[in-house]
């Protein structure tokens, strides 16, 4: 679907020259509902018509765009905001307002195109981002004197094994200098959902696809006899204390 616009500037010349940058993006897709000479007139056309963005002007005749841009917060549909100005000075006020760009004139193609993109990128955003996407969650680790970042969605468990503790993904295994205790502090405060299962492992819930009583690896290297969670998609079971098996079971049973 386009990215329907309203052009709010009461110079007649001014909306004509948007108007003719607008023809010429091809991404976003555009479509222009209508044009507003000043704030009355645009408030008028959104509550008939909503657009999902201004393209406003902010000295006009009567209330100026920066007010306009305060009103709009009061329609059902509120309208993103790129301001098209002549002045430079109402940047730090118009970003207050939320606005998503602040353009001066004379505007360029280029500018106008990328403030449209993130207009869409607000309002549309993708459904299934890229594990890389920067705004995923991350857990910041110290691998033997390296700093790094791994996204939350891959970590599936932690152990803490002698004098380091291990770090599982479906594809690696880091060994890091932090502490368990740390490393379950941080996770919790990133509402990671994270299980104790041993007073040695925390477990992602998301990936346990099962819970027996079976031989499992202690984390010492030896087999123990008793309960323990199978761990996908490593496929490796880890044990689960007699302490924490009921906080294990409560956890595995809610939604």
């Known amino acids: 679907m386009p990215l329907t616009l309203l052009i709010v500037d009461d110079e007649p010349l001014a909306r004509l020259r ?7 993006i091809a991404q976003p897709e555009v479509q222009v509902l209508g044009e507003a000479a000043d704030a009355d007139s645009a408030l008028r056309q959104l509550r008939e018509a909503p657009a999902d963005a201004l393209l406003l ?28 100005t002549a002045h430079a000075e109402h940047a730090l006020q118009a970003f207050d307002l ?28 993708v459904s ?4 890389l996407a920067a705004d995923l969650p991350v857990l910041v680790v ?11 969605h891959e970590v599936l468990y932690l152990r803490a094994e ?12 880091y060994v890091l200098d932090d502490a368990l205790a740390d490393l379950e502090q941080r996770l919790e405060a990133l509402g990671a959902g994270f299980i104790r299962v ?9 990936a346990v696809r099962a819970l027996e009583y079976r031989t499992a690896d ?24 007699r302490r924490q098996l009921p906080a294990v079971r409560e956890a595995l049973a809610s939604p």
């Open 98 to 125: 939320e606005a998503v760009d602040y353009l001066t004139k004379p505007v360029r193609l280029e500018r106008l195109q990328a403030a449209l993109q993130r207009v869409a990128q607000r309002l549309r955003p």
């Open 18 to 24: 948007l108007r003719a940058l607008l023809a010429q």
């Open 162 to 173: 002698l004098k380091y503790v291990t770090l599982r993904t479906a594809g690696h295994s």
């Open 128 to 131: 299934a981002p890229s594990p």
């Open 198 to 206: 041993h007073r040695n492992a925390l477990v992602a819930r998301r």
């Open 57 to 84: 002007d902010i000295g006009m005749p009567g209330r100026s765009g920066l007010t306009l841009a305060s009103a709009l917060r009061a329609l059902p549909q509120t309208p993103a905001v790129v301001f098209v």
């Open 218 to 241: 202690d984390g010492a290297g030896r087999g123990e006899e008793g309960w323990a969670v199978r761990v996908a998609p490593a496929d490796e079971w880890l044990a689960v204390s």
């Open 142 to 152: 110290h691998d033997r004197g390296r700093v790094l970042r791994l996204p939350l």
